[in-house]
Antibody
Framework: QLQLQESAPGLVKPSETLSLNCTVS?????????WAWIRQPPGKGLEWIGS???????YYNPSLKSRVTIFEDTSKNHFSLKLSSVTAADTAVYFC????????WGQGTVVTVSS | QSVLTQPPSASGAPGQRVTISCSGS????????VNWYQQVPGTAPKLLIF???QRPSGVPDRFSGSKSGTSASLAISGLQSEDEAEYHC???????????FGTGTQVTVL
């Protein structure tokens, strides 16, 4: 049974870069899973940010593509999200998950963009 | 910017049946399978239905999914108080080359 845990940066200043890690336990990042970052702004729906396959191929939401990078660190068994030039609109709960079957989700971490 | 459209709310009395719709297009629901998630406030979404109508292990058979053309539906029969949650549909979109979610439907048990 996989377990996913997001890191917790908490507060990020406008124009800075948001960095999050998702640590995977109970399994290997090099398995056939399809890893993803998803976010949910306060009171709003879910938004897919992007995904990375076990092959290393990445896909990003076109609306965020110019600011997003997703990469993996197999030595630490985690994958990461970097979102640059953040604004208040990037305030959300950020989830990491596998979107292949079976699916597993992290509990989510709150990120607030504010000076 | 949700690509899939759901009604904002749905409700029913205990024991009743509730149906939630999810409307998309030929590039998402029309060409790929649909997943449904249940989300209780303050928690992560839980996969309820995958590949249009399949239930992961542990999901009660009161939950069922269907798809026709560019729309999909989630039905909850024998509504129970613990079913009160937000429900999201999702599918891969070939045009966006990404995973898209619905606008979300809040289900209330009266």
């Amino acid at each position: 049974q996989l377990q996913l845990q997001e890191s917790a940066p908490g507060l990020v200043k406008p124009s800075e870069t948001l960095s999050l890690n998702c640590t995977v336990s109970g399994g290997s990042l090099r398995s056939s899973y399809y890893w993803a970052w998803i976010r949910q702004p306060p009171g709003k729906g879910l938004e897919w940010i992007g995904s990375i396959y076990s092959s290393g191929t990445t896909y990003y939401n076109p609306s965020l593509k110019s600011r997003v990078t997703i990469f993996e660190d197999t030595s630490k068994n985690h994958f990461s999200l970097k979102l640059s030039s953040v604004t208040a609109a990037d305030t959300a709960v950020y989830f990491c998950a596998t979107l292949s079957m079976p699916q597993f989700w992290g509990q989510g971490t709150v990120v607030t963009v504010s000076s | 910017q949700s690509v899939l459209t759901q009604p904002p709310s749905a409700s029913g009395a205990p024991g009743q049946r509730v149906t939630i719709s999810c409307s998309g297009s030929s590039s998402n629901i029309g060409s790929d399978t649909v997943n449904w998630y249940q989300q209780v406030p303050g928690t992560a979404p839980k996969l309820l239905i995958f590949k249009n109508n399949q239930r992961p292990s542990g999901v009660p058979d009161r939950f069922s999914g269907s798809k026709s053309g560019t729309s999909a539906s989630l039905a909850i029969s024998g509504l129970q108080s613990e079913d009160e949650a937000e429900y999201h549909c999702a599918a891969w979109d070939d045009s966006l080359n990404g995973y898209v979610f619905g606008t979300g439907t809040q289900v209330t048990v009266l």
